[in-house]
């Protein structure tokens, strides 16, 4: 399997009035071609930050990325011109956003939206990227796609709206596609049948995808791996089922724990974590969910836990063993 | 990149500017034929500038070679109809386009030459004059002047009449005083009522032949003989004004009846005459129209953009109107008469060469004065040189025939309320309704007033303080004697004490129930805007006040038609408001202050006592004949008008006309209903070297 | 579109009834004046006989009740010589200017095409350099040129029309001769008076080149200069911080994001993306500014001596002209009401969120 992304390292600050805010603190990871990767974390972990300071989209006078590498078939994403990131965007590494309201220009049509990719990658006219756009459209199960073109985002649905979204970021057949939170603002039925679609997409297309979320459930079917974000570092990575059999950071035993299931027979009370996730003003020192930690230790309080493998598909950033309650 | 951009913009902006700026007016051809003008405009000539040996800085760029424009701020005429107009705009105009039976020579005011009538006579008694008219004038339309015409535009006039129009000054010519109405209507109805009756009847109540009779007398009083070549006036008293009246609009301003009918005025038929009684200013043809003999024809009038005249090319004049007068066509060929309101305005447009004349009211003539190239008296022989860099003749101090009193109110109107008297009551909050009447308070307000600060302050310097109704240069002027009312707080608290408003007989410096213990409290009004009027309250109000702590007076800013609502009502005490002559007599300066029934006479409302004293004078005053015999009572009249203190005589104002140094010929006549414009036919105007 | 069809002629519909409704309360507010002072229209000085005032008075029917005169301003007056009835509003006479000694019809016929021709070339200027200028200062937002641009549009803002005015004057034109004021020079004024000149909208620039003669086009545009400049630069300043905080307001929308992650470059995305949508506000509020315009601005048409609509109201206020002034404002209203209609439709078409309810 060929990698073609490879994070190392990567460091993002905000510039705000009562400081600097350490959004990302050191993110790695690796993708192979066709993998999917999920990154879950709750709101302010810094996943959607990483991957946008990846492409380099995060607004520059507050945002910089101050450390680190985004390798991608062995280019530095980083350290390119604008002129050549901005060939990745949109014709290699393409983005499916979390609103698709928000996210769609409500003045220009769905066509002349779904189609600018292939204009601006493909340097194709307007009426062969129209015709693209029909058939895109198409496969994610927008009936009527031809006279749907002329219509605007309003006159769609939720649902229809991220299918289109996601026929946009793939008209142009990427490698890569990286869903942020594309079903949240979605009702349970339409995230399903948009996960279904996805996976089919994969299925025919091949792509590689990072799919960002918050919900762990949505996960299991989808991702081959899975890293948790937390405090702006990922605190646990491994293939997902060894992730849901065997949490070993305390953070993600906390978040299964809080997972209501379908198979439990006993009315037991949800699991919440105490505590409020940190501000990331200071780069911490400590490890970031010391505050919330039910395992602590004294060395956790000097020192902040890098990403150690405990097994070839299985990395945690954390001192102590959970099962023993002891440090490793 | 975007910077770029944006600086290229700016860039093109400007550029684009400066292209317009300098495809400036083609130079000195201002032919108006396409092909004159797109070749001159292609080959950008420059106009020719002001000589550089002589004058290196600010040299103004000459323009428009034929014609002159001036620039006004006072507003434009209402009508150019001579028998509907009664204000200097319109007035101005019409003198440039129709003529009278005779004219002023030159800058005098009291000698005439002949215009349209080549010679006259008078009856011994004076009551009748004969004038035999010129033969071979054309009018600018192409009649031909004859007797009739000249007959034909007095009645009309005298018919049109309308309401608040200038037709009194001839009611009263030819039919005495008491019937110089307010229009055409009331005449009628005053002359159509039956001996005895109390009250005229109402014009509508008219009979047909009762209106065609009043048209067919006055027909009586104005005879035209065609085969004699004359034409005969009839008063019912010696008018001793009478050349003046021929020399402007009054009896002046002769139509081409023949004309006017068939472009649907009136025909001179008795049974229609009421149709064009007080007409609308815009109902008359000769609102935007005109036809004349003078020396120049109208043009155009664009209300609110310009009133354009054009040299009469067929104008009559061969013989120099006086020695080294004008002839023949007139020299200028063009004018333009322009109203910018913004004195910023006028005055850029003066630098730029734009404007020949401009109006410049008395606080911005100082302004102007480092432009002076040279500085004249009332014309050109009194030149002196001053700013050798500069580019107007500037002509100064110039005694226009204008007063301005502030005129008190003897016996003031309280049906109502009067706001402006407080209390109304000698309480010290108050003045009561005959304040005025008492002499020694009419005096001591004469002694209160500083004559000189309202003339260095309101006019800029530009006056002198008036001796009294009738003004400097007239018949009737005190020569060399200074006015009798000085300004002297001595005098004005001594007067105080010595009147006497609660009538006991005790003088108030002794009474303690009177003016000068009590105090009072009053109020003085100028129409908003109006600085002039407002600084003599001010003045005025800064003299009472300083010679007795108890006295109060209130200025207060109110719109026009307030101010002229409530001096209607007759309820102001004072108001400041001047008078410029209609025609130059004595008489029409003692008859609107002084006369019972005059223009401001009739305010002013002295009590019954002087109402006679002044009546019986001003009206033997216009019944003597010749200067000899009138120099001594109008003298006396000017004399008694300041021992009585009538008014507070506060000024009398001078004028300032600067004009570009290459107009030519201006002499100052106050006789002219504009004398700022000049007899626009002896001025020209010569390119410099 | 039957749906904008009804729209529109809905409005139209209701357009007469609020014209009438905008008369009968001027008309009620100019009644609060006594006759005396209506009279002082025709009064210009002190009357110089008795009873002048009073003859004024009855001659103009001052003195009738206030729904009599309304009734005669509306319906017209009987002439007793012909037995005709003339004028009235509702036959299509608004009635005799005095301020503008000519029917009222006939001096908005002469004014308006002056002032049309300044709102006209004021909008180059306020959409070119405002608009722009406005985009240009977002997108460099709190970097100096932003800074710069908006000290620029505080001091626009704040200089008073007329010390402006008259400095530009004074310098440009006294100085340097350059821009003069009024609408024509002299020559130019001969030309288009003539003949053969036809006047088509007596705008003198437009007519100019319908008419072919350049040099008459030249010396209206350097007439027009200077006023353009000061009504321009009074409301571009207006227009660049609307068009700014617009703009800001639209480069911090979601689907801005989703442009540049599709790959297109940062000018791109402004003009494709940002320029469409933060533009519907700003060409709302420009042509309501410009249509504000054709009301007249009195200041400037008095520095520069442009007889224009503004300048015919204020004079006919300040004398109190009513029947000037009622036409005149019923006109502004006419204008006001169709500009807001057109304003509306537009917007329709621009945003399609809009159009499409």
Known sequence: ?328 | MRNKLFVLMSLLVMASMLLTACGQQPATQAAPTAAASTAASESAAEPTKAPEAAAPVSAVEFKNPDTITYITGAGEPETLDPAWTYETAGSTTELNIYEGLTFFKREKTDEFIPALATDWKTSDDGLTWTFNIRKGVKFHEGGTLEPHDVAYTAQRAFLQGRIDGWQWIVYEAFYGPDMAMAGIKDFAAAFSAPAGAKEPPKFETLKPEQLVKVCEDVKTKIVADDDAGTVTYHFKQPVPWMLALTSQQFLGGILDKEWMAENGDWDGDCKTWTKYADPSAENTILFKKANGTGPYKLDHWTPGEEIVLTANENYWRTEPMWEGGPSGVASIKRVVIKNVDEWGTRLSMLQAGDADEIYTPPQYRKELEPFAKQTCGTDESSCKDDKADGFLTYFRKLPMPAITPGQFNWQMNVEGGNPYIGSGKLDGNGIPANFFSDIHIRKAFSACFDYDAMVKDALAGEGVQAQGPIPQGMMGYLKDQAPLNKFDTATCEAEFKKADLDGDGKAAGEDDDDIWSKGFYMQIAYNTGNDTRRMAAEILKAGIESVNPKFTVAVLAMPWPVLLESRRQGKLPIYVGGWVEDYHDPHNWVNPFLYSQGAYGRIVNMTADYKKKYDDIIISGAKANGVEARTPIYESIQKMAQEDAVDIWMYQQMEGFPFQSWIKGFYFNPAYGNPEYGWIYSLSKVAPK | MSSMLSFIIRRLLILPLLLIAVTILIFSMLSMLTPYERVSLYVKDIPKRQGAMEGLIKKYGLDDPVPVQYWRWMAGTKNPDTGEIEGGVLRGNLGWSKTGKGTVWEVIGRRLPATAELALWTAIPMIGIGIYLGVVSAVNHNKLLDQILRVFSIVGWSIPVFVFGLIVLLFFYAKLGWFPPGRLSDWASQVVQSSQFIRYTNMNSIDALLNGRLDIFRDAVRHLVLPVITLAYLDWAYLLRVTRSSMLDTLNQDYMTTARAKGLSENKVIRRHALPNALIPVVTVGALMLIGLLNGVVITETIFNIPGMGSFLAESAISLDVISVLGITMFNCLILLVGNLIVDILYGVIDPRIRLR
């Open chain 1, 1 to 328: 399997m060929t990698e073609i992304l490879s994070v190392q390292g990567l460091e993002t600050q905000f510039r705000t009035r009562e400081g600097i805010v350490h959004a990302v603190n050191g993110v790695s990871f690796n993708l192979d071609e066709g993998e999917t990767l999920g990154i879950v974390g709750e709101s302010g972990c810094g996943k959607s930050v990483s991957v946008m300071s990846m492409l380099r989209l995060i607004p520059s006078p507050p945002g910089q990325v101050v450390a680190g590498k985004a390798l991608y078939q062995g280019k530095d994403l980083l350290k390119m011109t604008d002129d050549e990131i901005r060939h990745v965007r949109g014709a290699q590494i393409s983005m499916v956003f979390q609103d698709p309201m928000t996210f769609f220009n409500p003045v220009l049509t769905i066509g002349k939206q779904v189609s600018e990719p292939l204009e601006i990658h493909n340097g194709m006219n307007k009426k062969m990227a129209y015709e693209r756009a029909a058939k895109v459209l198409e496969m994610v199960g927008i009936p009527k796609a031809k006279e749907r073109l002329e219509d605007y985002p309003h006159q769609f649905s939720g649902g229809m709206r991220q299918r289109v979204m996601i026929a946009m970021a793939l008209i142009t057949n990427p490698q890569l596609l990286i869903a942020d939170e594309p079903t949240t603002a979605l009702d349970v039925t339409i995230q399903a049948q948009i996960v279904e679609l996805v996976q089919r997409l994969r299925e025919e297309l091949g792509m590689a995808i990072i799919w960002i979320t918050h919900d762990l459930g949505i996960i299991a079917g989808l991702a081959k791996r899975v890293a948790v974000m937390y405090g702006g570092c990922i605190v646990e990575e491994a293939e997902v089922k060894e992730l849901y059999a065997n949490p070993m950071h305390p953070y993600t035993r906390g978040l299964l724990g809080s997972l209501p299931r379908m198979d439990e027979s006993d009315h037991r009370r949800l699991v919440s974590i105490d505590g409020m996730p940190p501000i990331l003003m200071e780069k911490p020192k400590s490890c970031p969910f010391l505050s919330r930690c039910t395992y602590a230790v004294d060395h956790c309080k000097t020192e902040n836990p890098a990403l150690k493998s405990l097994s070839p598909n299985h990395k945690v950033a954390c001192w102590v063993d959970p099962n023993t309650g002891r440090e490793f």
